[in-house]
């Protein structure tokens, strides 16, 4: 049974840090384009970025671009985002995804993706 376990959210303020882990296990990790999508409030399911098997391939939302980092470790199988510089816009619960569309310029998903539980990360004062 595939299972995906996010970590690492909590409450940051403005202009802090955060770095999400998802660990993996009943999957072939490192064959799988893996990625971080959020959603806030009242909002669709939007991609934040993602990264192809070999980590050869990144995406990142124009929001993200300049202040988060997507990487793999697949011995480990697990998936981080490193996130500086957050702003209260992202605010949002956060899912680790596995089997996703994945190019330089978009990311999506599809019924077949796998999805973690999501955790939650407020940036506020």
């Known amino acids: 049974q595939v299972q995906l376990v996010e970590s690492g959210g909590g409450l940051v303020q403005p202009g802090g840090s955060l770095r999400l882990s998802c660990a993996a296990s009943g999957l072939a990790w490192d064959i799988y384009v893996l990625g971080w999508f959020r959603q806030a409030p009242g909002k669709e399911r939007e991609g934040v970025s993602c990264?192809?098997?070999?980590?050869?391939?990144?995406y990142y939302a124009d929001s993200a671009k300049g202040r988060f980092t997507i990487s793999r470790d697949n011995a480990k199988k697990m998936l981080y985002l490193q996130m500086d510089n957050l702003r209260p816009e992202d605010t949002a619960v956060y899912y680790c995804a596995a089997n996703l569309w994945c190019s330089a310029t978009s990311t999506t998903y599809w019924a077949s993706t796998k999805w973690g539980q999501g955790t939650q990360i407020t940036v506020s004062s």
């Open positions: 990264i192809t098997s070999t980590s050869d391939v990144r």
